[in-house]
T-cell receptor, first 115, second 115 residues
Framework: DAGVTQSPTHLIKTRGQQVTLRCSPKSGHDTVSWYQQALGQGPQFIFQ???????QRGNFPDRFSGHQFPNYSSELNVNALLLGDSALYLC??????????????FGPGTRLLVL | AQTVTQSQPEMSVQEAETVTLSCTYD???????LFWYKQPPSRQMILVIRQEAYKQQNATENRFSVNFQKAAKSFSLKISDSQLGDTAMYFC????????????FGTGTRLTIIP
């Protein structure tokens, strides 16, 4: 049973550039959530995708955008990168519904460094 | 809005001893889930244990158990017979019950198991 996978594992960009991070959910899951984890802090919710649409969004600017594909995989795009965007980006997948299916399972993350 | 507070930034304990990590939360919701996630140096967020707020019985998973006090809005994690592999950051997280909601995390507790 394949777990959540993310690519790339590490990425170095310069200010003003754009970046795309990718996530494949756990087998059988249909919902993908993205989180930003700054060094020494807990993860912060960016947004969630279900049925190829953004269902809810955290307090992040429009520079952060996403997409979900028919196979449930997802991309996170960040435009006009700032130094403060340096963080670990975590993807989590789950299954819509109530009960244990809503538990979110995380991928290994992508470490983004903006210089 | 929900908030999660972990008041112990760091803890250490001898191998084989028992340790308890604290978590408090604030919410106006009546139905919700609470989670403990573990993040080792490999950085992948791993689910440790989950508690449904409507269940009075405390959840247990092998050496891990929780003390859930709904009225006090307290959710502590007890690790028995601690092992070196338990060394990690531990995050407490909250999620509303319906609609496959986002996770709200605390700031984490860094736990070190001393051989």
């Amino acid at each position: 049973d394949a777990g959540v996978t993310q690519s790339p594992t590490h990425l170095i960009k310069t200010r003003g550039q754009q970046v795309t991070l990718r996530c494949s959910p756990k087998s059988g899951h249909d919902t993908v959530s993205w989180y930003q984890q700054a060094l020494g802090q807990g993860p912060q919710f960016i947004f969630q995708y279900y049925e190829e649409e953004e269902r809810q969004r955290g307090n992040f600017p429009d520079r952060f955008s996403g997409h979900q594909f028919p196979n449930y995989s997802s991309e996170l795009n960040v435009n006009a990168l700032l130094l403060g965007d340096s963080a670990l980006y975590l993807c989590a997948s789950s299954l819509v519904g109530t009960g244990t299916r809503e538990t979110q399972y995380f991928g290994p993350g992508t470490r983004l460094l903006v210089l | 809005a929900q908030t999660v507070t972990q008041s112990q930034p760091e803890m250490s304990v001898q191998e084989a001893e028992t340790v308890t990590l604290s978590c408090t939360y604030d919410t106006s919701e009546n139905n919700y889930y609470l989670f403990w996630y573990k993040q080792p140096p490999s950085r992948q967020m791993i689910l440790v244990i989950r508690q449904e707020a409507y269940k009075q019985q405390n959840a247990t998973e092998n050496r891990f158990s929780v003390n859930f006090q709904k009225a006090a809005k307290s959710f502590s994690l007890k690790i028995s017979d601690s092992q070196l592999g338990d060394t990690a950051m531990y995050f407490c997280a909250f999620m509303k019950h319906f609609g496959n909601e986002k996770l709200t995390f605390g700031t984490g507790t860094r736990l070190t198991i001393i051989p």
